[in-house]
């Protein structure tokens, strides 16, 4: 059967009464309908009739067939109560302050949008993909954290739920650190509970496994350019003989690493510090870490004045209608990264007792290493790469 082009999703609301929700393609004749049968169309979207009246009511719905039919809307009516007010009751028991918001995503497309924000590989990615969702309720805690709440496809009961995330993301279903949805009882207070002592846990290990990945990372780019610095120097020479110089070496191959790895150590910068403040190494089997973790955190202090300089530049530049050419954003990179080159080889010469460190202290305790592997991802180093040529660099 084909989706409607128009349609409106009838449920009812303890303090709202009769509530309308317009879909579809065509959702503006289903908001004609509802306005011309006598709705009062709420600021999030959402239309509402009062049932307090039964007399009022009955005429408020048959006033509402009447429209639907003459502007070619369809009307469905739902056995679940009020998304918004799932969301907010659900909202009221976790712990901490929360809020929730109902999204209406009226036009097939509008849906869309919560890709980008989607941070999710289980069910309600499927959802998403496969069904309709016209609306959902957005949890926030107020210090970043978004959970989406939809209606379970498929079913008469129960509730999805899912991460958002303003970050950038990999592919969710390559990404080991992607938290997977929830399914939710209809009960709120067993939904509370569900989201409390089992999501929000994951989500933060997750989030936990995610800065470190992104730290990793970092660090094994910046090694590799690093390595491929350490073997011109050693050598003298590019990979093709061209002797290098002294000031060759100062204002080609050394330049470049500090630009490339300043762009690598940002993630470091922006990731590292939150893992840090987890780290216990005396409740470990590597209490020794200690001086290692205690070096990466001054080597953090003494970045912070590049990492400052980098977020004003950019936040002025952003404020005006022009930006730096490419080559000055080079040039301004190569003085940071030249600026904080100490901090930089500490990280690499600690990376390994803070990785160790890093999984040893994921929210949740022990338990939580198996996902994703303990693996070492910086303890054994890579071969060296060829130097580069000459010809890389002019």
Known sequence: MPTPSAKITLTTSRPLGLVAIASGKKYPQAHQALEHAGFRRLPDGVFTAPLADAQAARDTASALVHHAHEHGATIITSSRPYLGDIGTEIAARLPGTWSAELEIYSH?????DLWPMLWEAGEIYQALEDHRIPFASVLKNGTGTELLLIERPGHRSGYLLGALTDREQEDPHDDPTTPHSIVLPADPDLAAHAVTHTF????RRALHNQDLSNVLRALERIREEHQTLQAIKDSGRYS????LGKSRLISGPARDFADHAWLSYRDVLEHAPILLTRCRPAATLWPEDAAALTRLREALDHSQDAWNEWNDLRHDLYSIPRTLPAHEWSKVRGQLGLAVLPAIETWLAD???????????VPGGPAALSAPSPRLLTARPAPLPAPRSAAAHR
């Open 200 to 203: 929000l846990p994951a989500y």
């Open 351 to 361: 990376s390994e007792a803070f990785e160790r460190q890093a999984r040893a202290a």
């Open 108 to 112: 097939p497309l509008w849906q869309e």
């Open 240 to 243: 093709d003989g061209v002797p």
